[in-house]
């Protein structure tokens, strides 16, 4: 079955410090992947996506995600977090062909906290 | 370009009403998709629109439905609400042949 797991329900760092968020993914065939943020009573906004291609991919904000195919991955990170990155982060799956786009698969997110 | 639109932001129903929810997607989307949020089950599917028709469907009772109008709009019905329906309605829309989907602010339903 198709899955999606973030091992880290909450992460607290240091503003300034480097940021990972982890992603394992669970699909039969080759992955859409993607991350998204959603602040407080907010809808999700798309951060990065990785289709095919270069496995690292760059986002919106200074986030970027690799895809290690062999470790079924899609990790997320920033080298230095600010205090408006405090916000829940959520990676999400989807079939590849864009025959259904609409099935996203999310994990059950990563709600990190911003020390001072 | 506007984002995704939804409306009413808020709502409060009881057991047993009926609710429709309303999406405006992003001009151009053909594709519009339903998502609940909740606390205990995060966000999953409901279904997904494409040009009028309903291309795939989550797993969620018959009290869920849907349609989208021929200028993309969607709206989402839930008959019969329970308690457990009370959840963030998070519409999604998304350009033909493309699989990035683009969120609005969600309605908040409870249901008391």
């Given amino acids: 079955a198709q899955s999606v797991t973030q091992p880290d329900i909450h992460i607290t760092v240091s503003e300034g410090a480097?940021?990972?968020?982890r992603c394992n993914y669970s699909y039969g065939a080759t992955p859409y992947l993607f991350w998204y943020v959603q602040s407080p009573g907010q809808g999700l906004q798309l951060l990065l996506k990785?289709?095919?291609?270069?496995?690292?991919?760059?986002?919106?904000?200074?986030f970027e995600a690799?895809?290690?195919?062999?470790?079924?991955?899609?990790?997320?990170?920033?080298?230095?977090?600010?205090?408006?990155?405090?916000?829940?982060?959520?990676c999400a799956v989807g079939a590849k062909g864009g025959g259904s786009q609409g099935n996203l698969i999310f994990g059950k997110g990563t709600k990190l906290s911003v020390k001072p | 370009k506007a984002g995704v639109t939804?409306?009413?932001?808020?709502?409060?129903?009881?057991?047993?009403?009926?609710?429709?929810?309303?999406?405006?997607?992003?001009?151009?989307h053909r594709?519009?998709?339903?998502y609940q949020q909740t606390p205990g089950q995060g966000l999953q599917f409901l279904f997904e629109y494409f040009s009028e028709t309903q291309r795939n469907k989550g797993n969620f009772p018959g009290r869920f439905s849907g349609r989208?109008?021929?200028?993309?709009?969607?709206?989402?019905?839930?008959?019969?609400?329970?308690?457990?329906?009370?959840?963030l309605y998070l519409c999604a829309s998304g350009p033909a042949h493309t699989d990035t989907q683009?969120?609005?602010?969600g309605t908040r339903l409870t249901v008391l």
């Fill in chain 1, 18 to 21: 480097s940021l990972e968020l």
């Fill in chain 1, 50 to 62: 990785y289709f095919s291609g270069d496995t690292l991919v760059q986002g919106i904000k200074g």
């Fill in chain 1, 66 to 90: 690799e895809f290690k195919r062999s470790q079924s991955s899609f990790n997320l990170r920033k080298p230095s977090v600010h205090w408006s990155d405090a916000a829940e982060y959520f």
């Fill in chain 2, 6 to 28: 939804q409306t009413p932001r808020y709502l409060i129903k009881t057991r047993g009403q009926q609710v429709t929810l309303s999406c405006s997607p992003i001009s151009g």
């Fill in chain 2, 31 to 34: 594709s519009v998709s339903w």
């Fill in chain 2, 68 to 87: 989208q109008f021929s200028n993309s709009r969607s709206e989402m019905n839930v008959s019969t609400l329970e308690l457990g329906d009370s959840a």
């Fill in chain 2, 102 to 105: 683009y969120f609005g602010p």
